[in-house]
């Protein structure tokens, strides 16, 4: 099944002479990569076989399923199964033992259970337990203590009393449990990250029933204090993460309010003192968001869900943090996780999503001029597709280049889509630089 969602950037691709404007169109074509996915809960594009292609891993809760699906290099997937567990709620890559190929982490509340699922280095998998939670539910991994192995980022959300703290990984792969916050009604998210800039990993997390966004400041002994970002009730935050999304030097945050249907960004004054500015208040239900830069352009766009929206969006950074919305899917029931990467290698960002209620993970082709990748273009003034090769510095002889904005180009100095226009011409081409 596929379906192809258009948006205008900056107009159609137009015919110039000398001095103008190119203008180019982004569009996704959704590519459905399972149904009868029951209650499909998080997806990742990540190269599992270690094949240099990504592939695609996602866990379904009520399927009782982690499933993995192999990339042939060509996007044709093969499914391979990691697990048959009950209730996994969400599943992680991470080569939490360092042995150079991709594990799994998963949080079935269930079973109140952290899991790791080992890789072989074939891609086989064998479950070890390295926490009991009740009602374990989000996970991130981060080297917490600095000790050069992989510790993991916890919270228990799904059922009382809710709780947040870290696994910490004695370098065997053996984990101690140690709470930073108790009694956290529905701790939903977690994130790791060196905040404060001194050079110990914080953590960044929300509760979304008892209304907190906050952070937690490492004192370098992995003795944490909490501080507050959001100083009212923020109707039920989730989706913690830090990124300096106005590129000033120190992180921003990003989260969701899913009762107040927001999108917002805390900006970092430099002192850990967070100004909340909104980046959608019609997002219905927000599950989940990401930072990606989608035009190539240095600034942070957004990646987003709404659950009640059954939305899958991306929001267009204009350089100075205004952002415009793009739907990429309405109708994407129940959206929950999301994921984007060059899936296919064509030098733009394509988008992955689990539907929750909709039963099934899909993801979005980014294809700039509304072809599908491998198709012929067609007559007429549709762009074609002309791959110029590797490296930086590529100029195209005495042709006029744009980005997909419409922005001239002196030179094309990292891959992505562009756009050829030579004078007096009554189209222009697509320019694929890898």
């Known amino acids: 099944m596929k379906q192809t969602t258009k948006y205008l950037v900056a107009g159609a691709c137009l015919a110039l002479s000398g001095?103008?404007?190119?203008?180019?169109?982004?569009?996704?074509?959704?590519?459905v990569?399972?149904?009868?996915?029951?209650?499909?809960?998080?997806?990742?594009?990540?190269?599992?076989?270690?094949?240099?292609?990504?592939?695609?891993?996602?866990?379904?809760?009520?399927?009782?399923?982690?499933?993995?699906?192999?990339?042939?290099?060509?996007?044709?997937?093969?499914?391979?199964?990691?697990?048959?567990?009950?209730?996994?709620?969400?599943?992680?890559?991470?080569?939490?033992?360092?042995?150079?190929?991709?594990?799994?982490?998963?949080?079935?509340?269930?079973?109140?259970?952290?899991?790791?699922?080992?890789?072989?280095?074939?891609q086989h998998f064998t479950l070890d337990t390295i926490a009991l939670w009740h009602g374990a539910s989000r996970m991130f991994v981060i080297d917490v203590d600095l000790d050069r192995d992989m510790d993991v980022i916890v919270s228990a959300c799904e059922d009382e009393p809710g709780r947040m703290g870290w696994l910490e990984n004695d370098g065997e792969e053996n984990f101690t449990s140690h709470i930073v916050k108790d009694s956290w009604p529905?701790?939903?998210?977690?994130?790791?990250?060196?905040?404060?800039?001194?050079?110990?990993?914080?953590i960044i997390a929300s509760a979304s029933q008892?209304?907190?966004?906050?952070?937690?400041?490492?004192?370098?002994?992995?003795?944490?204090?909490?501080?507050?970002?959001?100083?009212?009730?923020?109707?039920?935050?989730?989706?913690?993460?830090?990124?300096?999304?106005?590129?000033?030097?120190?992180?921003?945050l990003l989260g969701t309010?899913?009762?107040?249907?927001?999108?917002?960004?805390?900006?970092?004054?430099?002192?850990?003192?967070?100004?909340?500015?909104?980046?959608?208040?019609?997002?219905?239900?927000?599950?989940?968001?990401?930072?990606v830069d989608f035009e190539g352009d240095g600034d942070w766009d957004l990646v987003a869900?709404?659950?009640?929206?059954?939305?899958?969006?991306?929001?267009?950074?204009?350089?100075t943090q205004g952002f415009t919305r793009h739907p990429?899917?309405?109708?994407?029931?129940?959206?929950?996780?999301?994921?984007?990467?060059?899936?296919?290698?064509?030098?733009?960002?394509?988008?992955?999503?689990?539907?929750?209620?909709?039963?099934?993970?899909?993801?979005?082709?980014?294809?700039?001029?509304?072809i599908e990748e491998h198709s012929s273009p067609g007559a007429g003034s549709r762009p074609s597709a002309t791959v110029l090769g590797r490296g930086p510095n590529l100029r195209p002889g005495a042709a006029s280049i744009f980005d997909a904005l419409g922005r001239r180009l002196e030179n094309i100095t990292r891959a992505g889509v562009y756009y050829s226009v030579e004078a007096g011409q009554p189209a222009c081409r697509m320019l694929v630089v890898k």
């Open 328 to 370: 990429v899917s309405t109708n994407f029931q129940s959206a929950r996780g999301v994921d984007a990467k060059d899936f296919d290698r064509d030098g733009d960002t394509d988008i992955f999503a689990a539907a929750d209620y909709g039963n099934r993970v899909a993801w979005w082709e980014n294809t700039p001029d509304g």
């Open 305 to 319: 869900t709404a659950n009640a929206g059954n939305e899958v969006a991306w929001f267009e950074n204009d350089g």
């Open 186 to 202: 529905f701790a939903n998210s977690v994130y790791g990250a060196d905040l404060d800039r001194d050079n110990d990993i914080d």
């Open 33 to 122: 990569i399972r149904t009868n996915f029951a209650r499909s809960w998080s997806v990742y594009a990540v190269d599992m076989d270690r094949d240099s292609t990504l592939d695609i891993l996602a866990s379904a809760y009520s399927s009782n399923l982690i499933l993995w699906w192999r990339n042939d290099g060509n996007q044709h997937l093969t499914e391979e199964t990691v697990a048959v567990a009950r209730g996994p709620l969400m599943c992680l890559p991470s080569d939490i033992d360092q042995d150079g190929d991709i594990d799994v982490l998963s949080a079935h509340d269930g079973y109140n259970l952290f899991a790791w699922w080992k890789n072989d280095g074939n």
């Open 19 to 31: 001095a103008g404007t190119a203008l180019g169109q982004f569009s996704f074509i959704e590519h």
């Open 210 to 252: 008892a209304g907190d966004f906050c952070w937690f400041e490492n004192d370098g002994q992995q003795n944490f204090t909490e501080h507050v970002v959001v100083a009212d009730t923020w109707g039920r935050p989730g989706s913690a993460y830090a990124v300096d999304l106005d590129r000033d030097g120190d992180l921003d």
């Open 257 to 291: 309010a899913c009762i107040v249907n927001q999108l917002a960004w805390f900006e970092n004054d430099g002192q850990q003192r967070f100004t909340r500015h909104l980046v959608a208040t019609d997002f219905r239900n927000p599950h989940m968001v990401l930072p």
